[in-house]
């Protein structure tokens, strides 16, 4: 089976002055549809770096990110802009939602920047938002929410579109044990239902959730290796 994401060599270096930073040296690995993958490693490791340029947020300056086959590594900025609205669900550790805006109108964004109708958009964003437990809050601001309840939102958003890929960067870093909890089951759900998940943390214990476990170091991979909790979990 094709791999979704097939990273071959890729680097990314930021000049910082007079200096060169190399953020990653050299990052080869295969995900494939329905995995649920954890990326984690130190500050530094090249994990945020390899996060944005799988998000399609930033460009390798070398190497190459097949995206279902699509080399996106040379793609312009209006066709990334196009992939990421399109093909990957973003949940952020901060929420990103828009404070004016409703549950359901936050969720509905990223159809208004595909050219949804107006109809199609509500229907949508409601689908989205009773999959995550927040039917009875369409209506509410994110100031009206609690924190738990603003990820919710934050992952219907990245669901609406139906995307290949959901990316969650630090997805519990502001929020309390219980909480956590309650959102981890959430993504365990969406993979449960075929959802192929990214989960970038430092994290060890929402680590665990992960099927897989890629540790980055000085941007490289120091270990790649299936949760053996996990898969004697399923295997019995």
Do not use: W
Not at 80 to 99: C, K, M, S, W, Y
């Amino acid at each position: 089976m094709e791999p979704i994401i097939a990273v071959k060599n890729l680097k990314k270096t930021y000049i910082m002055g007079v200096e060169k930073v190399h953020a990653l040296q050299s990052i080869t690995l295969d995900i494939h549809k329905n995995e649920y993958v954890a990326l984690m490693g130190p500050s530094g490791s090249g994990k945020s770096t390899l996060m944005n340029l799988l998000g399609c947020l930033d460009s390798p300056t070398k190497g190459n990110y097949f995206l279902n086959g699509t080399d996106v590594s040379k793609m312009t900025d209006g066709e990334l802009a196009e992939v990421r609205n399109q093909d990957i669900g973003f949940v952020f550790q901060t929420f990103n939602l828009l404070p004016r805006l409703s549950s359901l109108d936050n969720v509905a964004l990223p159809l208004v920047y595909a050219g949804n109708g107006k109809s199609d958009r509500v229907k949508k964003a409601e689908k989205a938002l009773t999959a995550v437990g927040l039917g009875d809050r369409m209506g509410h601001r994110p100031n009206e929410l609690s924190g738990g309840q603003r990820q919710r939102v934050a992952i219907a958003r990245a669901l609406v579109n139906d995307p290949a890929i959901i990316l969650a960067d630090e997805p519990t870093g502001n929020l309390d044990t219980k909480t956590s909890i309650e959102i981890m089951e959430i993504l365990e759900n969406l993979h449960a239902q075929g959802n192929t998940i990214i989960l970038v943390t430092h994290e060890p214990d929402i680590a665990e959730h992960a099927h897989r476990i890629i540790r980055l170091r000085d941007g490289l991979v120091e270990s790649d290796v299936m949760n053996e909790n996990i898969v004697k979990a399923i295997d019995r």
